[in-house]
């Protein structure tokens, strides 16, 4: 047996290292490597404490809500039907932001690429999170995993309207009209907007051909509706309202679930027999994905006490809206059932827009 044996073996009888244990435990690499694993370790323990203590503190600061539309509009409405009674529930400021672009492509990928905290919302519609991964090649989130749904906050009704000079009364009688000899013609609001899928959906229920004609706007399409241009179209209560009270337009059903306080001699199209026609546009506010339980908890407890509030059904009905109140668990069994409705229309149709 070597000396060099012989100390190992003493060592090692007497409870002590080992030279080679001396030699490695000492080694300017090794202490550095054990040193580093301490520190990382202790880093990762430090890293958990703060996040879960913010969590549990939230909000601490402002919150952002992002719209995917230019100020003025629809969901920008919607926006600020909410943020002061969410402000009120929350115990701090809540800021309504604008991020048009790409029918609302751009507010979708802000929110899915935020932080997980809270402090970026979204408020999205039926388009981003249930057709437009249908309507588009190349849309670069999923709408069933990639968002955390917090509650439904309302309904753009839409209301089929028809030029004065149609020779129809009621809505059986434009579909007899519609399946006769003249082709008739409808406008939306572009290729795969919810005024175009709507139709598209209504002619396929009821075996309709309708000639489609796309419009860049709104305004435009209903100008071309009274002037007589185009025959018919599915439109926003807010828009169609005044010309059906003046009578320049026949309103003949609305696809929502419940009549319109701003309309309501319109019955609805479960009214009138055509059951499961309750396709309008929704709204409803979401959060990215993995945001803490804590921070969930609260913006869906706040969510819900804000869409119950009298107060915000009144301005979201002033607005030509249909106040909602679903739960974050309704919103997301809704976004898979309308992924189901329009992406099968979209595919049995062929549409797409790139």
């Known amino acids: 047996m070597s000396a060099h044996q012989r100390t190992s073996r003493d060592a090692r009888q007497a409870g002590q290292s080992t030279p080679e244990e001396w030699s490695i435990a000492s080694h300017p690499r090794t202490r550095a490597s054990a040193a580093l694993a301490g520190v990382a370790l202790a880093a990762g323990l430090l890293a958990q404490a703060p996040a879960q203590a913010q969590a549990n503190d939230y909000p601490t600061r402002p919150v952002s809500i992002l719209i995917g539309a230019a100020a003025g509009g629809g969901l920008d409405y919607i926006a600020r039907s909410i943020n002061e009674g969410l402000a009120k529930e929350i115990g701090q400021p809540v800021v309504v932001e604008s991020r048009p672009g790409a029918a609302g492509l751009v507010a979708a990928n ?3 690429n935020a932080d997980p905290d809270g402090y970026t919302l979204w408020v999205a519609d039926v388009g981003p999170l249930a057709v437009h991964p249908h309507l588009y090649r190349e849309v670069a989130y999923d709408p069933t995993v990639d968002f955390t749904p917090l509650g439904l906050l309302a309904q753009i009704p839409l209301v089929l309207v028809v030029n004065e000079n149609i020779d129809a009364s009621n ?3 434009f579909i007899q009209t519609a399946k006769g000899g003249d082709r008739l013609s409808y406008g939306s609001v572009g290729v795969g907007n919810g005024t175009h899928l709507v139709m598209e959906l209504f002619q396929q229920q009821n075996d309709l051909q309708l000639q489609h004609v796309p419009y ?3 305004a435009p399409a ?13 439109v926003d209560i807010k828009t169609a309202a005044p ?3 003046h009578g320049t337009l026949k309103a003949f059903a609305l696809a929502a679930a419940e009549r319109s306080p701003a309309l309501p001699d319109v019955p609805t199209f479960a009214e009138l ?3 499961g026609f309750d396709v309008s546009p929704w709204v409803g506010l979401v959060a990215p994905a993995d945001l803490p339980p804590a921070v969930s908890d609260t913006l869906r407890s706040a969510v819900q006490s804000v869409t119950e509030k009298d107060s915000t059904s009144k301005r979201l009905l002033e607005g030509g809206f249909i106040p909602l109140r679903g739960t974050a ?3 997301s ?3 898979l059932r309308e992924n189901q409705l329009w992406g099968g229309l979209i595919e049995e149709l062929n549409i797409q827009v790139d």
């Open 110 to 112: 802000a929110a899915k």
């Open 171 to 173: 809505l059986e009688e």
């Open 216 to 218: 860049k706007g709104v």
């Open 222 to 234: 209903i100008n071309d509706v009274l002037g007589g241009h185009i025959d018919a179209m599915f």
């Open 243 to 245: 010309h059906i009270k």
């Open 273 to 275: 027999g055509h059951e």
């Open 329 to 331: 668990t309704e919103m």
């Open 333 to 335: 069994d809704l976004i």
